[in-house]
């Protein structure tokens, strides 16, 4: 498991919850800004500002200094996964356009040092100044860490005959196919590679992307991307979605190593090659919500669409706008889904049967998105993300969601399945090692 250590201006951040029935992933978490007031000269001596105090013959600047964290980078396990979800993200995909074998491995530890550097922080290196800068310069003259992640995974796609890499494949590793009501567009989908960069704010991920791209221009080309975020708590204890619910109220205990050897990370001597322990199964489906037809249904139908409380999102059982979400959905004594339907969405996740047991835990970590530049179309919907320990665990699961009742409201339209990479251990290792050597 990552710790994250504070640098000397650090801030806790984040907070865990966790809990039985629908995989959605649990994290409560708050930040707190702290800052000087600002001044602002008024053209005619003054302007008030605050609570009533006037100031004159100032601007005013913000002189906090910025709040930082330190995720480490180095682990058995690549940070990211079961990593608190972060602020923000961005999820790049691309095309490995070396041209032989020696040229990947020289992709992957470029790759490596970037991270290493961008995720510790610190300044970049001194140029000439008729030279191209070292530095993109959007973090300013110092690059701070801010809960910088940078995760890694690989497309099925990587393991064709181009760099002789097919005998070492992960086992279920396939290119993702369209499930009966998708709508994938090619653009939006599949990869070889498969970039998860994750921070605590906007600038920090976009800085890192460049920086990363930059500096791998020679290797690889993007193929497609999506930018999401993770809405504040409302009003407590978890996040809401584009759909008003509550996004995240259960998910495996990040903090219980032995559940997530058991669900989540590859096991040595199983299946898998023998590099792929440490790594997952990484999924991402761009979930497009059709918002305004959403809105015309009454509440009352939503609830029973996703069998939880929109306001509370407590299971249907339980009435009441205080009501803790953290009651398990108990689905025994209504076998015929009077309470809660048989085709809502966290019943047909989890049916909480022995049958679906093994195919009904996965780690979830989604962010939403929003792509309307222009109106009136709105383009928003879910970055959903999880990781598992097979890949058929999600597969059987989405399986079971064809039928559900949501499918009016949503339209899957790019991702793809990915294998996330074992952890890069110390200075001397690098994304990928195993499979390359």
């Given amino acids: 498991m990552e710790q994250v250590i504070p640098d000397e201006s650090s801030v ?3 907070g865990v919850r966790s809990g039985g029935g629908c995989p959605f992933g649990g994290i409560a978490r708050r930040s707190f800004l702290q800052g000087s007031a600002a001044g602002l000269a008024g053209a005619a001596g003054g302007a008030v500002v605050g609570d009533g105090v006037a100031v004159a013959g100032t601007v005013g600047r913000q002189t906090a200094e910025p709040h930082s964290r330190v995720i480490p980078f180095h682990g058995s396990h690549q940070a990211g996964i079961a990593t608190l979800p972060q602020q923000d993200a961005i999820f790049v995909s691309c095309d490995v356009t070396a041209s032989s074998r020696k040229e990947l491995t020289e992709l992957f530890r470029t790759l490596t040092s970037r991270a290493r550097f961008l995720t ?4 970049p290196a001194n140029v000439p100044s008729t030279a191209a800068p070292s530095d993109n310069g959007i973090l300013g003259p110092k690059i701070v860490p801010d809960g910088l992640t940078v995760t890694v995974g690989v497309g099925a796609s990587l393991f064709d005959d181009r760099y002789g890499l097919g005998p070492r494949k992960p086992v279920q590793l396939v290119t993702m196919k369209a499930f009966r009501h998708d709508d994938l567009d090619p653009a939006l989908s599949q990869g070889d590679l498969l970039l998860q960069i994750c921070a605590d704010h906007r600038d920090t991920t976009v800085h890192a992307l460049i920086d990363i791209l930059t500096h791998t221009k020679s290797a690889m080309k993007l193929r497609w991307r999506i930018d999401g975020q993770r809405n504040p708590e409302r009003p407590v204890g978890v996040r809401r979605d584009w759909f008003g619910f509550k996004d995240g109220i259960a998910n495996p205990d990040l903090a219980d190593e032995s559940q997530l ?9 199983g299946a898998e090659p023998q590099w792929a322990a440490g790594g997952t199964y990484h999924v991402v489906r761009i979930v497009h919500f059709f918002i305004e037809a959403w809105q015309k249904v009454p509440v009352a139908q939503q609830e029973r669409i996703f069998g939880r409380r929109k306001a509370s999102g407590a299971p249907m059982y339980a009435v009441g706008d205080d009501v803790s ?22 019943r047909l996740a989890n049916p909480q049967t022995p049958q679906t047991a093994a195919t009904s835990t996965i780690l979830r970590r989604s962010y939403d998105y929003d792509r309307s530049p222009n109106l009136p179309e ?10 598992q320990q097979e890949l058929d665990t999600y597969v059987t699961m989405q399986t079971r969601l064809e039928d559900e009742a949501l499918v009016p409201y949503i339209s899957p339209r790019g991702g793809g399945y990915f294998f996330a990479l074992p952890g890069v251990r110390d200075d001397k290792d690098y994304y990928a090692r195993g499979l390359l050597t």
């Fill in 12 to 14: 806790p951040v984040g």
């Fill in 120 to 123: 510790a922080g610190g300044t």
């Fill in 261 to 269: 050897n058991q669900v989540v990370w590859v096991q040595p001597k």
């Fill in 325 to 346: 979400d953290l009651l398990d959905p108990i689905y025994t004594n209504d076998p015929q889904g009077l309470i809660t339907p048989l085709n809502s969405h966290i």
């Fill in 378 to 387: 709105l383009d928003m919907g879910h970055a959903f993300v999880c990781f």
